[in-house]
């Protein structure tokens, strides 16, 4: 009975393990550098914290991070900008307001009738609660 042999090819797995590491770290480099992330992760993470706060122009219950537009994908580059430009978050929300109106805001400001529309629903539940406290103390519940 003969035993069957490994050829040698002179390539060791290890070689291709170390290859295909190189390989996968070069294509990350190079996605990275043609996507245009930026290196300072502060900054990235600054401007992903801004566009969750803006709601997509383009898209319906979308915010700026969440959407896939062209439009958000635009918005997320110029945020970027005016970050390294030295702008702070709140100068970019400005920014966004007076091109936009305050809907562009994912999170409405609490003033004015922005209050009263987040306030009437609480409102209606607790007068609903109350009418029935009194409905049922009535009726003998």
Not at 68 to 74: D, G, I, K, L, P
């Amino acid at each position: 009975m003969a035993v069957a042999r490994r050829r040698r090819t002179g390539q060791d797995p290890w070689v291709w393990g170390i290859v295909l590491v190189v390989a996968v770290a070069s294509a990350a480099g190079i996605a990275s550098a043609l996507t245009g992330i930026p290196q300072d992760q502060g900054l990235e993470a600054r401007a992903w914290a801004l566009a969750r706060e803006l709601s997509c122009p383009v898209c319906n219950g979308q915010s700026v991070a969440e959407s896939s537009s062209t439009v958000a994908a635009q918005m997320r580059a110029e945020i970027r900008q005016m970050l390294e430009e030295g702008k702070d978050e709140s100068q970019i929300i400005d920014h966004y307001v007076q091109l936009y109106g305050t809907w562009i805001l994912a999170r409405p400001p609490a003033t004015g009738a922005y209050v009263l529309l987040w306030g009437a629903p609480l409102a209606a539940l607790v007068l609903g609660g109350f009418w029935a406290y009194r409905r049922m103390g009535r009726t003998g519940g």
